[in-house]
């Protein structure tokens, strides 16, 4: 029999988790959503009580929603400390309206608020790069430049830690891409916090990696939040949105099946991460970042283009 009633409260359902069997009033979704948060940040520990928190806000559903649950748990760490994060990569009719939107969710939840650029950091942009027309998409660019610049940016504010918006769909696909790269460790290597044990890069969380896609949507509908609809121009990788396409039909199908997966990759984690090498690290000899090799993966980039 279909699920039409909150199975909290008894009150018409507003959504139903088929993964789980259960309906959810609106109210009753909003808290179950809350405490799903606030169980993947106690599970992983992911935030301590003096932390200060850098937050990489782009402005879209996942950020600012993440923002939302972090402004509400820091009312229990009293002496910790957010700071919003964004960057403006250079995309044309794309970037500036997102930019606005965190500005001003920043603004009404009065959490300071840092952009850097692409522009100002490495003196190009994402629009340029894509009319260059290298060997690969420009999100493999942009991937890479974004990652160094919440780093800075991090590093700026005075940052203990980065927090990043990637949640259940985003992790998954990863898993599957990574598998079908070739690239198994790297699925050992990632997950919901990631620490450097040199203690050269600074840890990063991924609070919202057990909350699927459409239920980070429905949260931010229902708690009033502007966000960001509109994709970018230039994300294209054919390979993730098929991933995407087919674990949709899966969690359809088979309801569960992401959650089955990530819990695979931790279980993967579990059993390999000591067995991990750590590679030896220099400093970056263009930026002085810390890096295995002698430049860094954003200024080999970065050389690339310019030759
Ligand atoms: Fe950059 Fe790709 Fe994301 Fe666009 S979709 S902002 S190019 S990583
Ligand atoms: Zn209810
Ligand atoms: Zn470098």
Redesign the pocket.
């Known amino acids: 029999m279909p699920i039409t009633k909150c199975s909290n409260c008894s009150a018409q359902a507003l959504y139903v988790r088929e993964y789980e069997g259960a309906g959810f009033c609106s109210k009753c979704f909003r808290e179950a959503i809350e405490d799903r948060f606030r169980r993947t940040v106690i599970k992983h520990k992911m935030l301590e009580y003096n932390d200060n928190i850098a937050v990489a806000v782009s402005g879209g559903k996942d950020s600012l929603t993440l923002l939302n649950l972090l402004v509400k748990l820091e009312g229990r760490f009293p002496r910790s400390k957010l700071t919003a994060i964004s960057v403006d990569e250079g995309i044309d009719g794309y970037r500036d309206e997102a930019l606005e939107l965190a500005r001003a969710a920043c603004a009404k939840l009065g959490v300071s608020h840092v952009t850097v650029s692409y522009r100002e950091l490495f003196g190009t942009t994402t629009d340029e790069i894509a009319r260059m027309k290298l060997g690969q998409t420009p999100c493999a660019y942009c991937g890479v430049l974004r990652r160094?610049a919440i780093n800075k940016a991090a590093a700026m504010v005075g940052a203990t830690k980065i927090a990043t918006a990637h949640n259940l769909d985003d992790e998954v696909q990863t898993i599957l891409l990574n598998m079908l790269h070739g690239d198994p460790m790297r699925i050992v290597r990632s997950g919901p916090i990631l620490r450097d044990p040199r203690g050269k890069f600074l840890p990063r969380v991924k609070p919202l990696c057990e909350i699927p896609e459409k239920e980070i949507v429905l949260y931010a509908y229902l708690t009033g939040t502007e966000f960001q609809s509109i994709a970018c121009p230039h994300g294209h990788e054919a390979l993730r949105n098929d991933i995407r396409s087919f674990l949709n039909q899966m969690e359809v199908k088979h309801p569960g099946s992401k959650f089955t997966l990530l819990r695979s990759a931790e279980r993967l984690r579990t059993m390999m991460s000591s067995d991990l090498p750590l590679a030896e690290l220099q400093e970056?000899?263009?930026?002085?970042?810390p890096?295995p090799h002698g430049?860094?993966?954003?200024?080999?980039m970065?050389e690339a283009i310019a030759t």
């Open positions: 160094k970056c000899a263009k930026c002085g970042d890096t430049l860094c993966e954003a200024c080999m970065l």
